[in-house]
């Protein structure tokens, strides 16, 4: 299994800077961490490492090859519970996303439908919930399927933080080997599921993975989050059951994942360490 890292180790800098700064740490994988429609003023003058799904998407793979990192997944996490909006990322992303990473060889493309935001989003009842989420990814996952892509969902928002809605929203769409999961072992806790749980339901379904490890503190705030972003810990310093999860994925054929994790080098270092030790 590959292990890289999120382009987001530098605050307010381009993404080739994320990507020198990786190489210098000794990672040669990474994802596609922050990726929008159009143009971003902040991405153009080089504050902020996001990519532009109108890219040339060749480009961008030359980009990352002159640091010697091989992009691992196209990151495009949706606003999926919400309204259909061109304000709001959501089916036309995911389906350039498909289109992006299908171009250049990357195979996973990873997305989530987040916590609702709107005063419509939270009076879905659950089968509303699954039924909006299912509808916009129905033509992405079909997409998916023709470019030979995994779309994966990964736990970060009340459907996807379980293991039953993870299971109805792919009852929905007919179970398709083109949408997987992404399991990202910090947002699945928060959320209130076991991690070593959904990585033994969905062990064949899995191809991504995004470690994090969280500390005593988040204890509290179990089943009240969806999501957190990123751990400040190394892996296996917090309360999470990281070893669990190794020892149910470390034979299943799960290709890459990324450390979901900001701080020092050491931090970083330590927990790749950490996963090697498991046996991945």
């Known amino acids: 299994m590959n292990i890289g890292v999120f382009l987001l180790i530098e605050p307010f800098a381009s993404v080739e800077v994320q990507l020198q700064r990786a190489k210098e740490m000794g990672f040669t994988h990474a994802d596609i961490t922050d990726t929008n429609a159009g143009g971003s003023m902040l991405g153009s003058a080089g504050f902020s490492p996001t990519i532009s799904l109108d890219e040339n998407p060749f480009e961008v793979r030359r980009l990352f090859e002159k640091y010697g990192i091989e992009p691992s997944t196209v990151c495009a996490h949706a606003m999926l519970l919400e309204p259909s909006n061109p304000g709001l990322f959501g089916t036309a992303e995911i389906m350039k996303a498909i289109k992006f990473a299908a171009a250049i060889g990357i195979k996973d493309v990873v997305t989530t439908e987040t916590d609702p935001r709107s005063e419509w989003a939270h009076r879905l009842t659950y089968d509303q919930q699954i039924f909006t989420i299912a509808e916009k990814l129905y ?91 990123f751990s400040t810990i190394a892996l296996g310093d917090g309360v999470i059951d990281i070893a669990g999860v190794c020892e149910v994925l470390k034979d299943a054929n799960v290709r890459g994942s990324t450390l979901e994790i900001i701080g020092s080098e050491d931090i970083l270092k330590r927990s790749a360490a950490y996963l090697r030790s498991q046996g991945l």
């Open 139 to 229: 033509t992405p996952v079909r997409m998916a399927t023709d470019y030979g892509i995994h779309l994966l969902l990964e736990p970060h928002g009340p459907v996807t933080d379980t293991i039953q809605g993870i299971r109805d929203v792919m009852n929905l769409l007919g179970n398709p080997e083109s949408l997987g999961v992404n399991l990202d072992t910090g947002n699945s806790w928060l959320g209130g599921a076991d991690p070593v749980e959904m990585a033994r339901v969905f062990k064949d379904k899995i191809h991504h993975i995004h470690w994090k490890d969280l500390g005593e503190e988040w204890v509290e705030k179990r089943g009240t989050l969806y999501g957190c972003g």
